[in-house]
C-alpha cells in the first residue's frame, strides 16, 4: 500500500504526489515573499524619492531672496461717508482694486474715532486674530478680504453675511493668483478638505481644479495655504505638492499674489502692531497741508508705509489716539506729502487720494530689495508686468463667459 506522501492525487488533470505539491507549494510561497519583498523595496523608494522631490521643491522655494514691501493704512470711516449700502460696497471695491493695481503688500484698516463709547461693532477674523472693532472698519476689511480670496475657494471662506450682501456690484480684482481650472501655474491657493488620509501622508488640499493636490503635511482642515505644484504630476493620476509660504510665489517669480489685510483700533496700532520685525523704515503721511511730492526724493526702503486720512484729515486721528503725545500729524511720518497741489476741488476723497498717490509715488519710489522681474518683462516698476507674464503662461486668464459679477 502506498504512503500518504507517495499517493497520487489528481491536480488539473494531472496526477501529483503530496511530495510534489508540497514542493510546489513552498516554491510558490517563497516567489510570494519575494514579490512582497519587493513591492516593500519599491514603496520605500518611492518614498525616498518624493521626499528628494519635495525636499528640492522646498530649497528652491527657500532659496530666496527678500523683497521690498508697500503698505497703505486708512481709515474704515470713509464708508459712513457713503449714502447708501451699495455704495458703501462699491467704495471698498474701488480701494481693492487701486491696492491691486499699484501692487500694494498691506492694507491696514485703522479707527479715526479711537475708543468711543456706544458704536456699532462688528467681529471680523484678519491674519493676527478675532478682532472686534468699528461697523464700518469690519465691513471694510471683510471686503477687502473677500474681494482678495480667488473666486474657487470664497464659498469656503466667506459664509453669507451682510456686509457682503451687494458684493455682486464691485469689479473683479482679475489678480494673476485668481486663477480658473483651465489656467496653469506652478503656484496655486488651496483650501485643506476632509478627504481621507493616510497617517504621515500629509494633506489633500483643493486649489480649484477637478483633481486635489496631495501635499506633504499634515494641515488643520479648512484652513487656507499656498501650493507649490510638482508639475511633473500635473497630468498623472496623483497631483502632488508642497505647502510654501504665501510670499513664495511673488519672491520667487515676481507674480503679484495679492495683500494681506490688518486691522488697526487706533492710528498708533498702526506702527505698534506691524507685522514686519524692524517695523517700517520709511513713512508716509499724506494731507493738503504737507509738501509738494514733486520734490519727493524717496530714500532706500525695506518697508514702506503710506498712512491716509479719512473726511476729516489725519489731524482727526490722531486728536482722538490717546497713546500718541505729537500735537501735529506730520511729526509721526518721516515725509508728509500733499500728492496733488493747486488741487481743483475744495477735498480730495480718499479713493481719489489712494490712486493719486500710488501714481505719483510710482516713479520715485526707490526699494532696497525689488521684487524679482518676470521672465519676458522688461520693466520692473511695470504694474502690469505680472499680469502680462502670467498671461503668456496661461493664455487665457480672462474668460468672461466664467467670471460672473460676483467674481
Known amino acids: 500500500m502506498e504512503s500518504k506522501m507517495n499517493k497520487k492525487y489528481?491536480?488539473?488533470?494531472?496526477?501529483?504526489?503530496?511530495?510534489?505539491?508540497?514542493?510546489?507549494?513552498?516554491?510558490?510561497?517563497?516567489?510570494?515573499?519575494?514579490?512582497?519583498?519587493?513591492?516593500?523595496?519599491?514603496?520605500?523608494?518611492?518614498?525616498?524619492k518624493d521626499v528628494k522631490q519635495n525636499e528640492k521643491i522646498k530649497s528652491d522655494t527657500e532659496e530666496i531672496k527678500e523683497i521690498s514691501t508697500l503698505s497703505i493704512a486708512l481709515p474704515g470711516s470713509i464708508l459712513e461717508n457713503a449714502q447708501t449700502e451699495e455704495l458703501r460696497t462699491y467704495l471698498a471695491g474701488q480701494i481693492a482694486r487701486s491696492a491691486c493695481l499699484y501692487q500694494v503688500d498691506e492694507i491696514i484698516v485703522f479707527d479715526d474715532y479711537g475708543d468711543e463709547e456706544k458704536i456699532k461693532t462688528?467681529?471680523?477674523?484678519?491674519?493676527?486674530?478675532?478682532?472686534?472693532?468699528?461697523?464700518?472698519?469690519?465691513?471694510?476689511?471683510r471686503i477687502l478680504q473677500y474681494l482678495e480670496c480667488p473666486q474657487y475657494l470664497r464659498k469656503h471662506f466667506f459664509p453669507i453675511h451682510r456686509d457682503l450682501k451687494y458684493s455682486g456690484l464691485m469689479n473683479p480684482l482679475n489678480a494673476p493668483h485668481h486663477l480658473s481650472s483651465k489656467d496653469q501655474f506652478e503656484y496655486r491657493e488651496g483650501v485643506v478638505t476632509s478627504k481621507p488620509i493616510k497617517e504621515g501622508k500629509g494633506s489633500i488640499v483643493y486649489i480649484g481644479l477637478r483633481q486635489d493636490a496631495h501635499v506633504d503635511k499634515l494641515l488643520v482642515e479648512g484652513s487656507r495655504c499656498t501650493v507649490k505644484l510638482d508639475t511633473k504630476t500635473i497630468d498623472t493620476k496623483k497631483l502632488k505638492g508642497v505647502v510654501v509660504n504665501p510670499e513664495a510665489p511673488r519672491k520667487t517669480t515676481g507674480v503679484y499674489w495679492g495683500y494681506k489685510v490688518r486691522l488697526a483700533k487706533t492710528l498708533s496700532q498702526i506702527f505698534s502692531q506691524c507685522p514686519?520685525?524692524?517695523?517700517?523704515?520709511?513713512?508716509?503721511?499724506?494731507?493738503?497741508?504737507?509738501?509738494?511730492?514733486?520734490?519727493?526724493?524717496?530714500?532706500?526702503?525695506?518697508?514702506?508705509?503710506?498712512?491716509?486720512?479719512?473726511?476729516?484729515?489725519?489731524?482727526?486721528?490722531?486728536?482722538?489716539?490717546?497713546?500718541?503725545?505729537?500735537?501735529?500729524?506730520?511729526?509721526?511720518?518721516?515725509?508728509?506729502?500733499?500728492?496733488l497741489p493747486s488741487q481743483g476741488s475744495k477735498t480730495i476723497r480718499t479713493e481719489e487720494a489712494i490712486l493719486?498717490?500710488?501714481?505719483?509715488?510710482?516713479?520715485?519710489?526707490?526699494?532696497?530689495?525689488?521684487?524679482?522681474?518676470?521672465?519676458?518683462?522688461?520693466?520692473?516698476?511695470s504694474s502690469a508686468s505680472a499680469n502680462e507674464t502670467i498671461e503668456k503662461v496661461n493664455e487665457s486668464t480672462e474668460k468672461a463667459d466664467e467670471m460672473s459679477r460676483f467674481d
Open 122 to 141: 462688528s467681529s471680523i477674523d484678519d491674519d493676527f486674530g478675532l478682532k472686534t472693532v468699528r461697523q464700518s472698519c469690519g465691513q471694510l476689511a
Open 356 to 381: 493719486i498717490t500710488l501714481a505719483g509715488l510710482r516713479s520715485k519710489l526707490n526699494p532696497k530689495f525689488p521684487p524679482t522681474v518676470f521672465k519676458g518683462s522688461d520693466d520692473a516698476n
Open 276 to 339: 514686519y520685525k524692524d517695523g517700517y523704515d520709511l513713512s508716509i503721511g499724506t494731507s493738503d497741508k504737507g509738501s509738494s511730492i514733486d520734490s519727493f526724493e524717496c530714500p532706500s526702503y525695506k518697508h514702506l508705509l503710506v498712512v491716509f486720512g479719512g473726511v476729516q484729515g489725519l489731524e482727526f486721528a490722531l486728536e482722538n489716539d490717546q497713546t500718541l503725545k505729537e500735537t501735529e500729524p506730520e511729526l509721526l511720518f518721516d515725509s508728509y506729502l500733499n500728492a
Open 10 to 48: 489528481e491536480e488539473n488533470g494531472k496526477l501529483k504526489s503530496w511530495s510534489e505539491i508540497n514542493k510546489e507549494r513552498k516554491r510558490k510561497r517563497k516567489e510570494y515573499k519575494e514579490k512582497a519583498l519587493e513591492n516593500k523595496r519599491m514603496k520605500e523608494m518611492e518614498k525616498e
